[in-house]
């Protein structure tokens, strides 16, 4: 039985998602199923659901957010309303997980719900350790904190810092 490996793909610059995705599509190709669940992604959701409409790979892709508009920018009723809808989704990862229902999961920008208050790490911790082999779990998301670190084999770090670049002088 082949590891599944548990990667996280953070940092403050963009891109993140798109290597997720990728991973995705490679996993796809190579005959395997894909979930992705979409976190906090608000205006920019269906940016991606083409990856379901490609013949002959399993990738399905789940939002429990019902609006359009990103979280940060709600009322305090709607982002009540939408934050239940976020925890639903939370547990729906919690099941695929239980469950295996998948060889691929993308958990995308699941870190975010720490950064807006929404999940506490423990939370997410609860579901790593569910995980059995073979499944891969990918997350998403800005910071991971300390609590996740021990649960994760790979950690990528996207950043927006300028290369160190000198022109060679003739």
Known sequence: MEKGLTEVYCGTAKGKTTLAMGQ????????????????????????????????NLDIKIFRFEKRDTCYEELSEQEKAEEKQNILNGLNFARKVVVTQECD???????????DSGIAEADAMVEIL??????????????????????????????????PDCEKDSL
């Open 104 to 114: 691929v999961l993308v958990l995308d920008e699941l870190l975010g719900l720490l």
């Open 129 to 162: 350790k569910l995980k059995r082999e073979p499944m891969h779990i990918i997350m998403t998301g800005r910071e991971i904190p300390e609590k996740l670190r021990d649960y994760v084999d790979s950690i990528t770090t996207l950043s927006m810092e300028a």
């Open 24 to 55: 995705s599509l490679k996993a796809a190709i190579e005959g395997q199923s894909v979930i992705i669940i979409q976190f906090m992604k608000g205006k920019e959701s269906q940016a991606m659901d083409f990856l379901q409409n490609l013949e």
